[in-house]
């Protein structure tokens, strides 16, 4: 995700990651900006009119609060909607994808 000085708009995620694959799974990740709350959800994804959707058939959520020494899960928390990303926020708030092979560490 690209900061608030790219776009002029204010910023409402501090980092977000998105991963479709081709089974229909997929999953989002979202931290907030100053880093401290986080939120990820996996489940099946679809396009309905010009969003990418997870969560429209019981995706999972998991809302952390998180810090340098821990991860704690907070389990009162849920969404009542899936997670809706406008296809436009794709070109623009997203990276291109990358080829697995290209995400693997090498030795040397």
Same mark, same amino acid.
């Given at each position: 995700?690209?900061?608030?000085?790219?776009?002029? $708009?204010?910023?409402?995620?501090?980092? #977000?990651?998105?991963?479709?694959?081709?089974?229909? #799974?997929?999953?989002?990740?979202?931290?907030?900006?100053?880093?401290?709350?986080?939120? /990820?959800?996996?489940?099946?994804?679809?396009?309905?009119?010009?969003?990418? @959707? !997870?969560?429209?058939?019981?995706? $999972?959520?998991?809302?952390? #609060?998180?810090?340098?020494?821990?991860?704690? @899960?907070?389990?009162? !928390?849920?969404?009542?909607?899936?997670?809706?990303?406008?296809? #436009?926020?794709?070109?623009?708030?997203? /990276?291109?994808?990358?080829?697995?092979? /290209?995400? !693997?560490?090498?030795?040397?």
């Amino acid at each position: 995700h690209t900061s608030e000085e790219d776009h002029g $708009k204010p910023m409402f995620f501090g980092a #977000r990651c998105l991963a479709l694959f081709g089974d229909g #799974r997929g999953a989002y990740s979202a931290l907030s900006p100053d880093g401290t709350r986080c939120v /990820e959800v996996y489940g099946e994804w679809q396009v309905i009119n010009g969003h990418v @959707v !997870i969560g429209s058939s019981g995706a $999972k959520a998991v809302h952390r #609060r998180v810090s340098r020494y821990l991860s704690e @899960v907070l389990e009162n !928390i849920t969404y009542e909607e899936p997670v809706h990303i406008p296809i #436009r926020e794709l070109e623009t708030d997203f /990276e291109p994808p990358v080829d697995l092979s /290209e995400s !693997i560490p090498r030795g040397g």
